[in-house]
């Protein structure tokens, strides 16, 4: 009987489905193991080889922890709200909704087929009402919470007001906005209800603020910094300039010290805690105040700069200052004179992302306010720049300007002609040369000179408070999280506004407020985000219901919120709300998160680090504080699956405007070109002579640098190339239809393309379905080859060539079941099987699971060429291989005569017993050289060893009568006869 593996594919997944197999138990005498995968994004294009490879990994663990008795909660789910599916409402007009749902049909078809063992009794989507109820409810508890300093950790909203009303806020130590005044607990009674609330929105844990945001015109909406490539929305490329707008803010700060202390507490990769930890960005040092000098005579208006520096000790080699172009004194301290250049340069500054400013390190550039401050100590004036090196959004967006401490301030102070004194003692100034911050000797002021560097950052911070313009300072780089987008396809806000335009929460029972319906995904025209177009978005206070805007009256319907949450919103605790997915009354109960608390095991993308992973981490935090969740990281042990890349194809372009045609040349050529071996086409003589003379050398260039420049490389699909790399010229022009009169110079009547190892990626061309490869060989090879590609962290390119191995091993697999016995198993039998049991549960907990696809080739080898067909030995073989080729293994466990799935099956127990040698198989050695061999038990002793040599018969052939001179005998490796 053949192996049919479409056949066994279809039966098992359909009895997996309507058995519930895998699904989990919220109250189980078992012990609890939580393994998750990230939850995707499903997009229109499916799911490529690359992706399942986590997915692959979980399901091996998640299937090995069921054998070995745990129970297991394996879900899976769909980031369901986001930029692309609004973007192609835009589009089309078509609702998001429908676009999700088909795109998260053909996910599920594409996840079914793999054999994943998820509990999809639990499944969620962040754009379901039933599931986004809940995120709006964790919204309004981080609204009616402040984080106390002293208890260091939040508390709800309302100990803040009962603290104020009886002492005010002078001895409350909490983290709050910088701008918060003082105020006794009698003038806090006296506010008004409206001042009351501006206040509290200075504690609160999410709140309204200005910010600088990512602004993207063409989307219409603020984008996160992970959205933006090269100074463009990673959508669409479009424009994206820094603007001010009032948005949801999250108190991320407010955790920045417990975010660090607790990746020491779980185990994940230790790149990625250094990203979080650089991203949180923690530093000791001193906040210095600087006055602005007034510009003329008997001004009133006066104005303070205050800047962090780890370095108070520097402070008489600050000799200008500079601001970020956003910083809001900007305005206010330039002179009339040089209002025209910053207003120019403010302008192109907003245009260049902050991650961009964060990275170019080569350009200079900036703008002189006019403005002076007056140095702390000196009295003497300090000129105000602004530069965008330097960000608003980190620090406190000013910084004083040592350059001959720091590399940045150097190169601008030498741009601008500045001054740069020397106050380190013996260090040689230049672009090359800086101080070793940790040697050197201050000798600028008669209390820092002499000392060495820690003592004197000590006394600048303790000269600096008695002059009442500094103090000792923690600082962190991480800012408050930008909560708004200008979205449709998004979480709505639980939010109106009240008469006064305060916000105010709709109470947790009137939850969910679903997305309305609206004609357009576009902003309004007078610039308000989509919701602005839904005619039935407001909030009747006494029906506790949403109404039509026309209602609004502002005495008892309000206006609703019009922004939606960012994508992070709806994934920052679903691995909660996997725990008990259909509990409408709360978002867990107590009994399921008591009994699950966290996830085990959570496999995903590093390139989640300071995003998901970070958010995830703060919002857990917040609901350990607030006694909604038993634990304060919600995963223990995190694994970055590597990427798995495709090798892309690529076309080459002339494109030089000196020929009427488009000209595509075989990369062959192009290589014979460079190499000035010139062309054999009829096509060539124009085209040659034209490339003979850019052929030429220019100083510092190879003959090919100056060459490939005149090339546009353009990607190719790699379905259109054949495994000779030769593209399939007519179907490339289909394809791309503009290129239909292109033509095509080949070498030997063939266009090769290039190839290059990229990610794999739709805009790339370079995908390999996996619907294409299940069709071929099946899931459980796509598995195991997956598996076999490497080890799981690491990036590795894809070669469907290579599938062939593993899919010959699962048809050898096979074989070894046509037929079965109870045959007692042999020595043999029984050493292969355990050193195959202690190899493969090693591999599975470390991870190495590409160790184990060669280790079950050798064990099916071995056991082939032993002619096994014991069920003792082929029943926990089947077991060990189910976790990797689920497929197969429950066909064979059918064979094996067992009703219930292998799943259920403990996972086989290593016997150290069965690989202890018993024999020995020595090398029998005349004069040394070797005989012949002979099984000897490793019992035997020197004399009881050379009789049985001597009396074998090979031995008395070889002697020939002759009586040997002396047997030397080795126990346990060789007998030498000497004669």
């Known amino acids: 009987m053949n192996y049919d593996f479409n056949q066994i594919e279809k039966k098992w997944q359909a009895f997996w489905a309507e058995n519930q197999t895998f699904r989990a138990h919220n109250n189980s005498d078992k012990p609890k193991y939580y393994t998750l995968s990230m939850f995707p994004y499903p997009s229109g294009a499916g799911l490529h080889v690359g992706h399942p490879l986590g997915y692959i990994a979980g399901d091996i663990y998640a299937r090995y922890k069921r054998h070995k008795g745990f129970n297991v909660l394996h879900p899976m789910g769909y980031d369901s709200f986001g930029l692309p599916a609004e973007q192609y409402a835009i589009q089309t007009g078509q609702h998001p909704a429908i676009t999700t749902e088909t795109n998260i049909n053909r996910y599920r078809e594409q996840l079914d087929r793999l054999g994943f063992s998820f509990d999809w009794s639990r499944k969620v989507r962040t754009s379901n009402p039933e599931y986004y109820k809940w995120t709006q409810w964790v919204f309004i508890q981080l609204f009616n919470s402040w984080y106390n300093k002293d208890a260091d950790k939040a508390e709800g909203i309302e100990t803040l007001i009962a603290l104020f009303e009886k002492e005010g806020n002078v001895s409350v130590n909490a983290v709050c906005d910088d701008d918060t005044f003082e105020f006794s607990a009698v003038e806090w009674n006296d506010f008004s209800t409206k001042r009351k609330q501006e206040i509290l929105l200075k504690y609160r844990l999410t709140y309204l603020a200005d910010a600088e945001v990512n602004w993207c015109p063409a989307l219409g909406t603020v984008l996160a910094n992970d959205e933006i490539v090269n100074g463009v929305s990673e959508r669409g490329g479009h424009p994206v300039i820094r603007k001010k707008m009032t948005q949801w803010m999250m108190r991320i700060t407010a955790y920045a010290q417990r975010l660090l202390d607790g990746l020491d507490t779980i185990d994940w990769p230790q790149p990625l805690k250094d990203s979080q930890t650089n991203w949180i960005g923690r530093s000791e040092g001193a906040s210095v105040t600087f006055n602005v000098i007034p510009?003329?005579?008997?001004?009133?208006?006066?104005?303070?700069?205050?800047?962090?520096?780890?370095?108070?000790?520097?402070?008489?080699?600050?000799?200008?200052?500079?601001?970020?172009?956003?910083?809001?004194?900007?305005?206010?301290?330039?002179?009339?004179?040089?209002?025209?250049?910053?207003?120019?340069?403010?302008?192109?500054?907003?245009k260049r992302s902050e991650r961009d400013r964060m990275a170019d390190v080569k350009t200079i550039s900036g703008a002189f306010t006019g403005a002076y401050a007056e140095h702390p100590f000196t009295k003497e004036p300090v000129p105000i720049w602004i530069g965008d090196y330097v960000l608003a959004g980190y620090g406190t967006g000013a910084v004083m300007s040592v350059p001959c401490g720091d590399q940045r301030d150097y190169d601008f102070a030498k741009h601008f002609g500045i001054d740069i004194p020397n106050i380190f003692e013996g260090v040689d100034i230049s672009e090359e040369a800086f101080a070793d911050k940790e040697k050197?000797?201050?000798?600028?002021?008669?209390?820092?000179?002499?000392?060495?560097?820690?003592?004197?950052?000590?006394?600048?911070?303790?000269?600096?408070?008695?002059?009442?313009?500094?103090?000792?300072?923690?600082?962190?780089?991480?800012?408050?999280?930008?909560?708004?987008?200008?979205?449709?396809?998004?979480?709505?806000?639980?939010?109106?506004?009240?008469?006064?335009?305060?916000?105010?929460?709709?109470?947790?029972?009137?939850?969910?407020?679903?997305?309305?319906?609206?004609?357009?995904?576009?902003?309004?025209?007078?610039?308000?985000?989509?919701?602005?177009?839904?005619?039935?978005?407001?909030?009747?206070?006494?029906?506790?219901?949403?109404?039509?805007?026309?209602?609004?009256?502002?005495?008892?319907?309000?206006?609703?919120?019009?922004?939606?949450?960012?994508?992070?919103?709806?994934?920052?605790?679903?691995?909660?709300?996997?725990?008990?997915?259909?509990?409408?009354?709360?978002?867990?109960?107590?009994?399921?998160?008591?009994?699950?608390?966290?996830?085990?095991?959570?496999?995903?993308?590093?390139?989640?680090?300071?995003?998901?992973?970070?958010?995830?981490?703060?919002?857990?935090?917040?609901?350990?504080?607030?006694?909604?969740?038993?634990?304060?990281?919600?995963?223990?042990?995190?694994?970055?699956?590597?990427?798995?890349?495709?090798?892309?194809?690529?076309?080459?372009?002339?494109?030089?405007?000196?020929?009427?045609?488009?000209?595509?040349?075989?990369?062959?050529?192009?290589?014979?070109?460079?190499?000035?071996?010139?062309?054999?086409?009829?096509?060539?003589?124009?085209?040659?002579?034209?490339?003979?003379?850019?052929?030429?050398?220019?100083?510092?260039?190879?003959?090919?640098?100056?060459?490939?420049?005149?090339?546009?490389?353009?990607?190719?699909?790699?379905?259109?190339?054949?495994?000779?790399?030769?593209?399939?010229?007519?179907?490339?022009?289909?394809?791309?239809?503009?290129?239909?009169?292109?033509?095509?110079?080949?070498?030997?009547?063939?266009?090769?393309?290039?190839?290059?190892?990229?990610?794999?990626?739709?805009?790339?061309?370079?995908?390999?379905?996996?619907?294409?490869?299940?069709?071929?060989?099946?899931?459980?090879?796509?598995?195991?080859?997956?598996?076999?590609?490497?080890?799981?962290?690491?990036?590795?390119?894809?070669?469907?060539?290579?599938?062939?191995?593993?899919?010959?091993?699962?048809?050898?697999?096979?074989?070894?079941?046509?037929?079965?016995?109870?045959a007692e198993p042999t020595k043999e039998n029984l050493k292969t099987l355990h050193k195959t049991i202690k190899k493969v549960e090693e591999d599975i907990e470390n991870f190495s699971f590409n160790t184990s696809v060669s280790t079950f080739m050798i064990c099916v080898n071995e056991l082939t060429a032993q002619k096994c067909n014991s069920k003792a030995i082929l029943e926990p073989l089947a077991i060990l291989v189910s976790p990797y080729a689920p497929h197969i293994a429950e066909e064979l466990w059918e064979k094996l005569e067992h009703t219930a799935s292998i799943s259920e099956a403990p996972f086989p127990k290593f016997e150290a017993k069965y690989l202890v040698e018993s024999s020995k198989e020595y090398p029998i050695s005349f004069n040394g050289k070797m005989r012949f061999t002979m099984e000897l038990s490793l019992d035997l002793g020197k004399d009881e060893i050379e009789a049985a040599v001597m009396a074998n018969e090979k031995t008395q052939t070889q002697l020939a009568g002759r009586t040997p001179k002396k047997v030397i005998v080795v126990p346990g490796k060789i007998v030498n006869i000497v004669g």
């Open 295 to 350: 510009r003329e005579q008997g001004d009133e208006e006066s104005h303070q700069i205050e800047v962090f520096t780890t370095r108070p000790d520097t402070i008489f080699g600050a000799s200008f200052m500079t601001l970020a172009p956003e910083h809001e004194l900007v305005v206010k301290i330039t002179t009339p004179e040089q209002k025209a250049e910053v207003d120019a340069y403010i302008d192109a500054t907003a």
């Open 440 to 822: 050197t000797i201050i000798a600028n002021s008669d209390f820092l000179n002499g000392l060495p560097y820690k003592k004197a950052v000590k006394r600048a911070i303790f000269e600096l408070e008695q002059l009442g313009q500094g103090k000792g300072k923690i600082n962190y780089r991480l800012r408050d999280a930008v909560f708004s987008r200008q979205r449709y396809w998004g979480e709505p806000f639980p939010v109106y506004y009240d008469v006064d335009g305060m916000p105010q929460m709709i109470a947790d029972e009137y939850l969910p407020i679903k997305l309305p319906e609206v004609e357009k995904y576009l902003p309004t025209e007078t610039g308000e985000p989509p919701l602005g177009n839904a005619t039935y978005w407001a909030w009747d206070r006494l029906k506790a219901e949403v109404v039509k805007n026309e209602k609004i009256d502002n005495v008892e319907v309000f206006p609703l919120e019009l922004n939606t949450m960012p994508g992070w919103a709806g994934s920052s605790q679903y691995f909660n709300r996997y725990m008990d997915p259909k509990n409408d009354d709360a978002i867990y109960s107590e009994q399921a998160i008591n009994y699950w608390e966290d996830v085990d095991l959570y496999i995903g993308g590093s390139e989640h680090a300071t995003g998901h992973l970070l958010y995830s981490r703060f919002w857990q935090k917040f609901l350990f504080d607030r006694g909604i969740a038993p634990k304060d990281e919600f995963a223990k042990k995190l694994i970055n699956q590597g990427m798995i890349t495709g090798t892309s194809a690529f076309v080459y372009r002339w494109n030089q405007n000196l020929l009427s045609r488009t000209i595509f040349i075989s990369s062959k050529l192009i290589e014979r070109a460079v190499e000035k071996k010139g062309f054999i086409d009829d096509y060539s003589s124009e085209l040659k002579s034209m490339l003979d003379n850019l052929n030429s050398k220019p100083e510092g260039k190879t003959i090919g640098e100056t060459f490939w420049k005149h090339f546009d490389r353009i990607h190719a699909d790699v379905s259109l190339v054949n495994s000779s790399d030769e593209l399939d010229i007519e179907a490339f022009k289909k394809w791309q239809p503009e290129y239909e009169d292109a033509t095509f110079i080949l070498e030997d009547g063939k266009y090769i393309v290039g190839r290059e190892v990229e990610k794999m990626s739709k805009s790339k061309y370079n995908v390999v379905n996996p619907d294409a490869i299940c069709d071929e060989y099946g899931a459980d090879s796509l598995r195991l080859y997956e598996m076999f590609l490497g080890p799981l962290e690491q990036s590795k390119p894809w070669n469907t060539a290579g599938i062939t191995g593993v899919h010959s091993f699962l048809k050898k697999l096979w074989k070894l079941y046509l037929s079965i016995d109870n």
